[in-house]
């Protein structure tokens, strides 16, 4: 990771999850023995649970850990073509550890899945260790510097105590300790929250290339016979980039409060309290998906946004959307953490506030519209005035339009109930509405804390254009999800011509700080790493430099002229 800042690479599972794994799941004596030669890398680790069979359906999972008292050892095993591990980063070549997850098996019965430290090559020679078939997966659509991995353990022996075994135990005669709360051994919410970061980061870099060469690049006329203007102040330019720049702040604030929530719930389940864990699952693993989502459609704009040079590997965009796409899948299937969200959460959250609970968290909002359903509606009816000024009301209109989205799924679940379908027919019946109303409580939580974390700027100057990016964040959503705003009857449609008329107005007031804007990140040339976002905007000059140094130009005629061209050329 020094050598390639903020690309991937074979270290990446050693640093990102092996060793938090252990820091979260290991025993003080693990701890010795593991995490201090890991540290100092001469363990190399990785994370091995997909198998080719089952990323998301953990219970699926075929890979088994059988303990054997006699020798006080696990017996690993892959028992069929779908259970050999799939897809572990540095697995291929690289590490010489991995964290595999299994079922465990003790006096004859089936525990589910634990986490345990398989030694897979030799300390000294890295030669595969004997039971062990472990390779690279092959290429990729991206990645292709991390040696992603299989594995196929065939009855390979480990002692007792490379168990995981910080929460559940086994005995040396076999008996299994069920840990204080099972839902500890998912883990992964690590991970997950730390991806929102990832989201900002993949966020900022592309709108900081995309509005530095937009402001560089000139094309066409705005006015005939004058100068061709900056590409920056087309309307429709600005339509496009302005958004992803708001979002890029906003999900920098949301990154932030997702880090700050991870140690606060963390340090508290630590301490044995595990009442906080619901609440930060359903949230990193809504944010996760949502964040991803939208950077990964940024991204693609900003690229597009560059026109033919945005195509180019020199302006960076390819490679950072092939190396963020995968966030999307890995770590949680977005469309699965969404669900997970709605299920285990909004819609348990929304049944517990109609009969009068009082909820904590985010889902508060909840008990508030549970409260107002209860109280008749004003006669007259339809949506309350709108200000496309005033950020507190935009935030009260999107958790309005989240209550509503979260009733709209539960009465589905409902009504499905009520024709007779099972709960998971049900459940799968709904799950379109499931995911819509994760979606728009994780609109709302960004929108909330965008405008939360406004409070804490005292410069006023700053403070003013970050209040421009909120309501430009807020409304562009709002423009975007209309249907949503306007079925739940929270917009009219004369309100919804205001918002973009007002949007309009934004991008205009936006222009003149753009470029500030996006230097503000601070991401300098080395990290970046693109021709199009140079700091000094010299693009031109250097877009030619980069092109006399591709391989093809080594040769002033290349040996492909000799060996075919010209024989052909004389054969005709
Ligand atoms: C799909 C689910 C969420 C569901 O599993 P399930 O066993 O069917 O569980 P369920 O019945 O829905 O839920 C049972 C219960 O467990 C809870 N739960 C589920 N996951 C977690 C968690 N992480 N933390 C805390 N709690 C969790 C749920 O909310 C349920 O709670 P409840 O019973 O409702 O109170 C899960 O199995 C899962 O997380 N699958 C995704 C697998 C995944 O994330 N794999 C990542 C592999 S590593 C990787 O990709 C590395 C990437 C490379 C890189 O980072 O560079
Ligand atoms: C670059 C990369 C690196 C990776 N690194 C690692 C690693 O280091 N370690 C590791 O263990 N794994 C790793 N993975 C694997 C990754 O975690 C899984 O691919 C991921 O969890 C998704 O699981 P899956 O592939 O089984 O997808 P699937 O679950 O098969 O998803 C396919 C489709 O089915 C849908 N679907 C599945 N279940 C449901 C459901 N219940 N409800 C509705 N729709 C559903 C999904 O929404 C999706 O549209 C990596 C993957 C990639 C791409």
New binding site residues.
């Given amino acids: 990771s020094c050598v390639h800042p903020d690309r991937p690479e074979p270290l ?2 050693h640093l ?2 092996f060793l938090p794994t252990l820091l979260n799941q290991a025993t003080p004596e693990q701890m010795e023995r593991f995490f201090t030669p890991a540290w100092n890398l001469r363990i190399i680790g990785t ?1 091995a ?2 198998e080719m069979g089952h ?5 699926g999972l075929e890979t088994t850990a059988t303990f054997d008292p006699s020798t006080q050892e696990f017996v690993l095993h892959s028992p069929t073509i779908s259970s050999i591990k799939w ?1 572990p ?1 540095g697995l291929g070549k690289t590490s010489n550890h991995a964290i595999v997850l299994a079922q465990l098996h003790t006096q004859g019965r089936c525990h589910g899945l634990h986490a345990f430290i398989v030694p897979i090559r030799d300390m000294d020679t890295h030669v595969p260790l004997p039971g062990v078939v472990v390779g690279d997966i092959g290429p990729k659509f991206g990645f292709s510097e991390v040696d992603n991995g299989f594995l196929k353990l065939e009855h390979v022996r480990i002692p007792l105590d490379n168990m995981l075994m910080k929460f559940a135990k086994v005995e040396p005669d076999g008996t299994y300790v069920k840990p204080p709360s099972a ?1 500890l051994t ?4 690590f ?1 997950r929250s730390m991806i929102v970061g990832q989201s900002a980061l993949a966020l900022a870099k592309s709108c900081t290339i995309a509005i530095r060469y937009s402001a560089v690049r000139h094309q066409s006329e705005l006015r005939p016979g004058e100068p061709e203007p900056q590409i920056l102040n087309y309307q429709t330019q600005q339509h496009k980039l302005f958004p992803v720049l708001a979002a890029a702040y906003a999900f920098t604030f949301v990154g932030q409060y997702m880090k700050d929530t991870y140690r606060r719930i963390s340090g508290d389940i630590h301490a044995g309290d595990y009442s906080q ?2 609440e930060l ?1 359903a949230l990193s693993a809504g944010l996760k998906a949502f964040t991803t989502w939208a950077a990964n459609a940024a991204i693609e704009v900003c690229r597009m946004s560059c026109g033919g040079h945005g195509y180019s590997r020199s302006s960076a965009l390819p490679d950072i959307y092939v190396e963020f796409t995968p966030t999307c899948t ?4 977005n469309t ?1 953490m969404m669900l ?1 969200t709605a299920s ?1 959460y909004l819609v ?1 959250s929304y049944r517990q506030a109609s009969v009068g609970q009082r909820l904590q968290g985010s889902v508060s909002y909840l008990s508030e519209a549970a409260a107002q359903r209860l109280r008749p509606r004003p006669v007259s009816g339809g949506a309350a005035p709108l200000s496309t000024q005033d950020l507190l009301s935009l935030v009260h209109l999107y958790q309005r339009r989240a209550a509503s989205l979260v009733e709209l799924a539960a009465k589905s679940i409902q009504q499905e109930l009520q024709r007779g379908r099972s709960q998971e027919e049900a459940w799968n019946h709904s799950s379109i509405d499931l995911v819509r109303a994760s979606d728009a409580h994780c609109h709302f939580v960004v929108v909330k804390l965008f405008v939360d974390k406004l409070e804490q700027v005292d410069d006023a100057a700053v403070k003013a254009v970050l209040s421009t990016l909120a309501l430009l964040y807020a409304l562009k959503g709002l423009a975007d999800n209309s249907g949503d705003f306007l079925q739940a009857g929270l917009l009219t449609v004369p309100q919804a011509t205001r918002v973009s008329a007002r949007i309009k107005e934004l991008l205009e007031e936006l222009r003149p700080d753009a470029v500030a804007l996006v230097d503000a990140f601070d991401l300098n040339d080395r990290k970046l790493n693109s021709v199009l976002g140079r700091y000094d905007g010299n693009v031109y000059e250097h877009l030619y430099e980069w092109a006399r140094q591709s391989p093809l130009n080594a040769t002033e005629v290349h040996e492909s002229f000799h060996k075919y061209l010209k024989p052909l050329r004389s054969r005709l």
């Fill in positions: 990446d599972l990102g999850m994370y649970q997909t990323g998301t359906h953990l219970r897809w980063g839902k998912y883990g992964m919410v991970i864990l619901p699952h890995y770590e949680g299937e699965v997970q285990r348990k």
